[in-house]
């Protein structure tokens, strides 16, 4: 709403700072950050009295369990204070007018939700892991889905769409970039390593069936690194920095000319979406880190790994995604390998997955594990952010 403030700026100059995408992105950091420390120890009070603390008991990992016995007693549902303080700064420094804001709140809203009732289903005893499965995922597939319409309706209404790489000196760049014949679907692939013109097929209806997919898998990725203190909340943070860097550049006609990358009018906007993720992860990491005094659970966990595939999709840098956010595809993939080899060959190829606890159990001490996959996780960025000159 800030965005409107600078409609008064023929009163009173100073307020047409707020037109600047840049600096409603800080002040939506800050905002977020702000409301994260202050929703923080009125959410962690509240859960303790109601003695809504997370489960580490681990009847099928004994040694795990006595590892992460000093953390029984710990608030969980943290998600929910973190959630709510994005989507206040969103609000209120986004601009309103950009539809794609509005997407990515339901992304956000949606998948905390489906987060709060699995987490809530523990919590009341209803089942000890939560939902079932089938539901659980169920759940996944419904709101991706329904993401993904609103953004093929948003292809057809114009207002999700992107513009091949435009050529010629730089003020040429800029206005063919922004003109309607040079407008190609959101459905063709943008791929790494490459030029526009050599590769980048158009999947057509078989596009939306691929972003879904990527929603169900950050999604559940994220969830699934979600086991120590801090460690998703700040492998997080830096995906989101990095996909926010992207969302600006991808949205800029002068900068995505001189990374000869397709432009998608609009992206730019969720620099601030992003900022208000960023500033809210740190706010909340501030609770979360080692020892944790709350923890997100699901309802944290779902929605920010949706978030991040929203804008990998939203960016055009989908498969950008696994290498910025290659700790989460790591920590999935221990996992599929773990149960694939264990019921083709009663093997297991980790002492225990996800591979954060791998290491748990090789001596590793929580923080070392922790710090170190957030070493990693800034090098995958700085790669990932290096691939805009490789096209």
């Known amino acids: 709403m800030l965005r409107y403030l600078a409609l008064a700026g023929d009163w009173f100059g100073p307020l047409r700072v707020f037109e600047s995408i840049t600096v409603r992105a800080a002040l939506g950091a800050i905002l ?45 549902m943290g998600g929910l204070f973190l959630v709510a303080a994005v989507v206040i700064a969103v609000f209120l420094c986004c601009d309103p007018a950009n539809p794609l804001v509005w997407v990515g709140q339901f992304v956000l809203v949606s998948f905390a939700i489906l987060g709060f009732v699995d987490d809530l289903w523990k919590l009341r005893g209803w089942g000890r892991r939560g939902l079932a499965k089938r539901q659980k995922f169920g759940g996944q597939v419904v709101l991706s889905v329904v993401t993904v ?36 679907p959101p459905t063709r692939l943008v791929i790494p390593f490459t030029k526009w013109n050599e590769v980048g097929p158009d999947l057509g209806m078989f596009y939306w069936l691929f972003a879904v997919l990527i929603l169900l898998a950050c999604s559940n990725a994220v969830n699934l690194t979600d086991g120590l203190d801090g460690l998703a909340t700040g492998c997080t943070i830096m995906v989101v920095a990095t996909y926010s860097i992207l969302a600006y550049i991808v949205g800029n006609a002068m900068l995505c000319a001189f990374f000869r990358i397709p432009m998608v009018p609009g992206s730019g906007e969720l620099l601030v979406y992003g900022a208000a993720l960023f500033g809210g992860l740190l706010g909340f990491l501030w609770f979360n880190a080692n020892p944790a005094m709350v923890f997100m659970g699901d309802t944290g966990s779902l929605s920010l790994g949706a978030a991040l595939a929203y804008l990998a999709i939203v960016t055009k840098n989908e498969i950008t995604l696994v290498v910025a956010g290659g700790i989460f595809v790591w920590e999935a993939v221990s996992v599929i390998l773990q149960v694939a080899s264990f019921r083709l060959s009663g093997r297991r190829i980790f002492k225990i997955a996800p591979y954060h606890h791998h290491l748990e159990y090789s001596g590793w001490k929580e923080n070392h594990v922790v710090v170190r996959l957030w070493i990693a996780g800034v090098i995958l960025s700085i790669i990932s952010l290096g691939l805009l000159k490789m096209h």
């Open 32 to 76: 977020a950050f702000l409301l994260a420390l202050a929703f923080g120890p009125v959410f962690i009070r509240r859960m303790c009295a109601l003695r809504a603390t997370e489960d580490v008991e681990k009847p099928d990992a004994e040694h795990l369990g006595k590892l992460h016995n000093c953390k029984k007693g710990t608030p969980t």
């Open 149 to 184: 319409v609103l953004l093929a309706l948003g292809s057809q209404a114009g207002w999700f769409n992107m513009t091949a790489p435009p050529a010629g000196d730089r003020q040429e760049q800029v206005e063919e970039a922004t003109t309607e014949k040079n407008v190609v």
